[in-house]
């Protein structure tokens, strides 16, 4: 009994320990999670559009949500505990007030819209993006912050350069960012410099399969990709000469084939001048009498790590890099204007591989570099990171097609100013038209050729030769500005002038801008002058201060805007202040502005800019629309009534092919308005001189270039002729269709015939342009964007559809008579030439004779077309044809307005709907949506059907099978009725 007792005694006293140990383990767990609670909350403060989380550990110190709409969020990430930026120049829009929740926990605080959720993790900072469907998008990071490395005037104490990085899947596809000339369309695994140069313009909104788009705001250089800028050769790779040994390439410097020096070289670097036309790093003395220089670079790279190696060659002149016996890049460019071409190799770790570069520098410039693989390449992340910042800037914009992420872009950024409908016909420009004369006479041989023709071009240096940015007219070869207006608008035509930001001192308007603090004078202070002889010395406006600004309007106003000109072309706005210095002397040159330094707002100068002249005009003539042609862009260009163009591009079949991708990740990026020169800016000298004279007209050129030169401009007019805007403008040889080849030959008739299709298409493309400013729309669209599930379609280069309808395969190789043509799946394909039917979701082969290039349409299409036309406004209010491409379900709306005044602001349009029901074989014409003045209240319809093969597919005067009268009231039409 005794031990019983014992035994029990014992268990009782063991459960009273246990029983008092957990409670005090469960008032210990309770205390914790209370000041934990307490201390989740004390890390988030509630603000009035969103929280502010400053997590435990981490580079930042303050992480922002801001909710700008239900499916677009700010964040701002700072290492300081209080976040303060300047104003945007790109972003625009407010937030809007819209609902949302806060929840916290203790580890996570989460913002919820109606359209998606962020959760931010309090611990370290790191983010998730969460929309409706459960899709993600995290942040790997609350974003680096380290020193500021690349400004050369001393940024300020509370800058760093910054990065950002995302999680990504393999089968991730990333578009937009702007015009870059990497041929890349799909940008996952691309490294990119998000810069601006002659070729390039960086507008950071990033689009994507996922169904989350990024827009990065920072002005200065950036990066996507690798978040270091490319390094030297001997870094990433361990050099051996020719003969084997190691340490650096084997160096050989020709007078053509007399070698003049041989020596080892460790670093390829003839990238840039110090100033005026001196060499950073030059030339041998042995090559200064050299008359045909050429240098070869030889030996062997041994990679210091296994994967693919990005090797990139930035390069004018000609150049050829081989790699392990194989030619991987074969370019030229003018020597005034290089750029980088790059190529991807695979190594294994200390595989050695040949190398050979033969270059041609004719006064040009070389550097080769290259990128290491890197997380980026791999695709295993996305990074955005940028030279200069107070802090980390992006929008997460929620949208399930790109069409949503592009619409909530321009939301942030500013709508697409509808430009008036002259502008989307053809425009004629040379480098240059020398006299009214030559302008005027070129107007006229295009209307007596019955070649249609809005728009006529008046390039640079119409002004006294040492009066650069006086804005006056040379009397002797312009006496009459305002006459040479009149004449061109009386052959129904429009013209545009070129203005640059750039000033001789010498002139009134520099010193008016000087006086008030208004130039960027270090070019000037530094002793810099220009390429025109004997060379001048000139400066820059302050586009960052809008008292400047407004100085310089004022000045165009006077000088060239009284005149009654139609449009203003804006080059050299990157700004070009001294070109081929480095970058770093590129922002010296730009510092200080009213903004900061040249490197905290490097890619932002053109926006600015193009407002100055953009609301400037606007004030001075309310009911006419602007249009404005800029050589550069940033992140909101679109607001601006501006066009953006790639620049000087060479006359070569690789560029022709590059600016393809070009144009459709521009569109992808948010900016719809955007050209190119129509073959190529520059040509090589093959082309433009023979027998020691410059070439005019094709009759002057080298009979044994001619059919080249032909053949490459025709195959540059035709994908032209599909482009938002449509422009020929080049160097010598003469541009214009009838200089280029003769009435009658197949290149002159295929780029005739191109130029009156694009006529015909007016009312298609004017449906798309109204559709950019009221439902953000984008003419040049990559495939992915109409077949998001085609995942074949995401990665094509060289297709895209011009609008919703017509897919364009252009051809940019010499001699090419067919190509290989992807057509997207789930719908049906018409040759458009023949009506030829073929099912989606296969690769044909498609025949390119020289005066065709491939072209579809897609089944379900209501192609709307206009009369013939020799210039835009006569497609206005004109009869129409509509073509019906049976065997699926269509619709289409029909948008008009006045063409020319801002009341479509105001509700001054109209549409006509238009739908195609393919079972009942009928169409439905809607009736008219709105009125505007002018407006045809009634109208002929001619209704066409395709449904079978037939060689008149394509002449929009044939196959009509009935007309009907509109009078703004539904009707119905039937196939064979």
């Known amino acids: 009994m005794q031990l019983i007792h014992l035994v029990r005694s014992s268990f009782l006293c063991t459960q009273i320990a246990l029983t008092s140990l957990l409670l005090a383990c469960s008032q210990s767990t309770q205390l914790n999670n209370a000041k934990n609670t307490a201390n989740a909350s004390s890390a988030v403060t509630r603000t009035e559009h969103g929280i502010i989380v400053h997590p435990h550990t981490g580079a930042a110190k303050s992480v922002r949500l801001q909710v700008f709409d239900e499916n677009i969020i700010r964040v701002t990430s700072s290492p300081a505990d209080k976040i303060e930026l300047p104003a945007s120049i790109m972003v625009n829009g407010k937030p809007q007030k819209v609902p949302f929740e806060i929840n916290e926990t203790e580890k996570n605080v989460t913002l919820q819209t109606p359209k998606m959720s962020v959760q931010v993790a309090i611990g370290d900072g790191k983010i998730v993006f969460t929309d409706n469907n459960g899709k993600r998008l995290q942040t790997l990071n609350s974003g680096k912050f380290n020193p500021v490395t690349r400004d050369p005037s001393g940024a300020p104490a509370d800058t760093h350069e910054i990065s950002q990085s995302f999680s990504t899947e393999k089968s991730d596809a990333f578009y937009g960012l702007g015009q870059q000339q990497n041929g890349q369309v799909n940008l996952a695994g691309e490294n990119l410099y998000l810069t601006t140069y002659n070729l390039i313009i960086t507008i950071p909104f990033l689009t994507s399969s996922k169904p989350f788009a990024i827009l990065w705001d920072n002005n200065s250089d950036s990066r996507f990709g690798d978040p270091e800028p490319a390094k030297p050769l001997f870094e990433n790779f361990t050099l051996f000469n020719a003969k084997g040994e190691q340490g650096a390439l084997t160096a050989r410097y020709f007078d053509g084939d007399q070698l003049l020096l041989e020596r080892d070289e460790k670093d390829l670097n003839y990238q840039f001048l110090s100033n005026n036309s001196i060499r950073e790093f030059p030339l041998p003395e042995v090559t200064e009498a050299a008359k045909n220089l050429r240098i070869e670079w030889l030996g062997s790279i ?44 695979a190594f294994a770790k200390d595989q050695k591989k040949s190398f050979k570069l033969e270059w041609e520098p004719g006064g040009g410039y070389m550097r080769v570099l290259s990128h290491a693989p890197s997380a980026e390449s791999r695709k295993e992340r996305i990074t955005f990171s940028s ?65 249609p023709l809005d728009n006529i071009v008046l390039d640079w240096s119409y002004w006294p030769v040492d009066a650069w940015g006086s804005h006056d007219f040379d009397k002797t ?108 002397k590129r922002k010296e040159l730009m510092s200080p502005n009213h903004a900061g330094t040249g490197a905290q707002v490097f890619n932002a100068y053109a926006v600015p800019h193009a ?80 027998e020691g004279k410059s070439v005019g007209p094709y009759t002057e050129m080298d009979p044994s270039q001619l059919p080249e030169w032909q053949e490459l401009n025709t195959r540059w007019y035709q994908l032209g002729a599909f482009l938002p805007i449509y422009r020929s403008h080049g160097q010598n040889p ?113 025949e390119a004779p020289l005066s065709r290039i491939p072209l579809y349409v897609k089944a379900g299409s209501i192609l709307v077309t206009g009369p013939t036309a020799q210039f835009a406004k006569q497609t206005a209010n004109g009869p129409l044809t509509i073509t019906v491409y049976t065997g699926a379900d269509g619709e289409f709306e029909l948008y008009e307005d006045d063409g020319e005044s801002y009341d479509y602001e105001q509700g001054a349009w109209s549409r006509i709907p238009l739908q195609y029901d393919d079972q009942s074989k009928q169409l439905t014409i809607g009736a008219r949506l709105g009125e505007f003045n002018g407006m045809a209240t009634e109208r002929d319809l001619n209704i066409r059907w395709i449904s079978a093969k037939n060689s008149d597919s394509a002449d929009f005067d044939k196959l009509v099978s009935q007309t009907v009268r509109y009078r703004g009231e539904p009707l119905q039409v039937t196939l064979g009725q």
């Open 302 to 345: 041994q990679s210091n790590t296994s994967g693919t190696q990005e090797i990139l060659m930035y390069s004018s002149g000609y150049a050829k890099l081989s790699i392990d016996n194989t030619l991987l890049l074969d370019r030229w460019r003018m020597n005034w204007n290089p750029w980088y071409h790059n190529t991807k190799v």
């Open 387 to 451: 030279d200069v910042a107070k802090a980390i800037d992006y929008y997460v914009v929620a949208g399930q097609s790109k069409d949503e992420q592009i619409a909530g872009y321009r939301q942030l950024t500013g709508k697409s100013v509808l430009l008036p409908r002259w502008a989307y016909g053809f425009w004629q420009s040379r480098e240059r038209y020398k006299s009214s004369d030559e302008i005027v006479t070129a107007v006229k041989e295009y209307r007596s050729r019955k070649i």
């Open 611 to 690: 407002e100055s002249v953009y609301q400037g005009d606007r004030a001075s003539a309310p009911d006419t629309r602007v249009f404005i042609l800029t050589r550069s862009g940033f992140g909101g260009i679109q607001r601006t009534a501006s066009a953006i163009w790639s620049g000087d591009t060479v006359s070569r079949w690789s560029n022709l092919h590059e600016q393809i991708a070009a144009g459709i990740n521009t569109g992808l990026a948010g900016m719809p308005n955007w050209t190119f020169d129509i073959g190529g800016f520059t040509p090589e000298d093959r082309y433009r001189s023979f």
């Open 734 to 846: 003469y541009r214009e269709i009838y200089n280029i080849a003769a009435e009658g030959s197949e290149a002159y008739d295929s780029m005739v015939w191109y130029t009156r299709l694009r006529y015909r298409l007016l009312p298609y493309i004017y449906s798309q342009a109204g559709d950019m400013f009221h439902k953000d729309a984008t003419l040049m669209r990559a495939l992915a964007m109409d077949f998001p599930m085609d995942s074949k379609a995401a990665s094509i280069n060289d297709e895209y559809l011009f609008g919703p309808h017509l897919l364009v395969a252009p051809i940019s190789d010499f001699g090419k008579r067919e190509r290989q043509v992807y057509l997207p799946k789930d719908t049906l394909w018409y040759d458009f030439y023949d009506a030829t039917l073929y099912k989606g979701g296969r690769t044909i082969t498609a």
């Open 477 to 584: 070869y312009f006496p009459d500005p305002s006459e040479l207006v009149n004449q061109v608008h009386d052959l129904n035509a429009h013209i545009m002038i070129s203005v640059w930001p750039k000033f001789y001192p010498t002139t009134d308007n520099y010193k008016a801008l000087d006086k008030h603090g208004f130039m960027l004078n270090r070019n000037i202070e530094e002793g810099n002058k220009d390429w025109i002889y004997p060379g001048f010395l000139n400066g820059f406006y302050d586009a960052y201060n809008p008292d400047a600004r407004a100085l310089f309007w004022q000045q165009l106003d006077a000088k060239i805007n009284q005149k009654g000109f139609d449009a203003w072309w804006l080059d050299a706005v990157e700004p070009d202040i001294h070109s081929n210095v480095s970058w770093n």
